[in-house]
């Protein structure tokens, strides 16, 4: 199901009379940790539109730790302030110990995890820590996002091509700029979520948790775009993967050891996530706590008719 970004504003308002707003309280996690070009920076904004936002993030890079959690050893905290903290642990330590531990008197209205430096779709959802980080989240009941950009080699790839056609260094946003263009697209996603977790609860309480998945194109990171011009498209996972292979190499005392290598091989099936990136639209899917897909049509069928009349 696509629709144009303006189009599925609009349909929120207009249609459903929903308040398109930021949540109030935010939590943030990641797996890629301080280090993250994006993570502390979309703190920033959210705090500047007024949201109060804490962060937990792991104290090195946790990438592909998926949902492990630190049993048999401790976690050690780092205090940057009384609303930031890192965390020697996995991204779903840092979940749990802002909910049970640090902040266990508040209540978020969303937790966002990421956003991520590289795409979290396929059957790479599955082994993501930036996944893993929402679904935890939803497990506790709160709106919980994963957000992922495009890796950094793929960005740079993307960056000379387009030079190549005459694009300058002003042509690309900085990540600051790029988790500000973020931000109005948030504030969407976070109202669709809200209501769709209305529309389950009038279904019945069976417990459902899930989350929203969302990936974006590598042209989210150009200037010259209109925010309403880019497609959302509310995609299935499709079976991205890596072709991996190991290593086997020498440290300097001479021991031998394996090192993990592999490529991406996308899943151009139309429909699914990859389809929807490498087409230039942004992935959006709602994932349910055993990360089967939640078809639009089956909370949102008003959605599928607008949908047909705007092509």
């Not at 504003?9 to 994006?38: H, M, Q, T």
Request: charged letters at 25%.
């Amino acid at each position: 199901m696509k629709l144009s970004f303006s189009d599925l504003r609009a349909f929120l308002e207009k249609d459903l009379s929903l308040k398109i707003e930021l949540p109030r309280r935010v939590l943030i996690v990641n797996d890629d940790g301080p280090e993250s070009p994006y993570t502390y920076p979309l703190a920033d904004v959210l705090r500047s539109s007024g949201a109060d936002v804490y962060t937990v993030l792991p104290y090195l890079e946790r990438s592909a730790y998926s949902h492990s959690v630190s049993v048999y050893s401790p976690v050690r905290l780092h205090v940057r302030d009384e609303r930031n903290y890192l965390a020697e642990g996995t991204p779903v330590d840092c979940v749990k110990i802002a909910v049970k531990h640090l902040f266990k008197d508040l209540k978020f209205d969303a937790v966002i995890s990421g956003p991520n430096s590289g795409y979290n779709m396929g059957r790479n959802i599955v082994y993501s820590g930036t996944v893993a980080g929402a679904l935890e989240a939803s497990f506790w009941g709160f709106p919980s996002f994963a957000l992922s950009f495009p890796s950094s080699s793929r960005l740079s790839k993307f960056f000379a091509s387009m030079r190549e056609k005459g694009y300058g260094k002003d042509d690309f946003l900085s990540p600051f700029e790029v988790v500000r263009r973020l931000r109005e697209f948030f504030g969407v996603f976070y109202s669709l979520s809200l209501h769709v977790r209305n529309r389950l609860n009038e279904c019945g309480p069976d417990g459902t948790s899930f989350f929203v998945n969302v990936n974006f194109p590598l042209k989210f990171f150009l200037k010259g775009h209109s925010e309403g011009d880019f497609k959302i498209f509310f995609s299935r996972p499709g079976k991205a993967w890596f072709r991996e292979w190991y290593e086997e190499r020498e440290d300097p005392q001479g021991r031998k050891f394996l090192w993990l290598a592999g490529e991406e091989v996308e899943d151009d099936t139309e429909g699914v996530d990859s389809w929807a990136v490498s087409s230039g639209m942004i992935s959006v899917s709602f994932l349910n706590e055993n990360f089967s897909y939640m078809d639009a049509d089956d909370f949102l069928s008003e959605f599928r008719r607008k949908a047909i009349n705007l092509r």
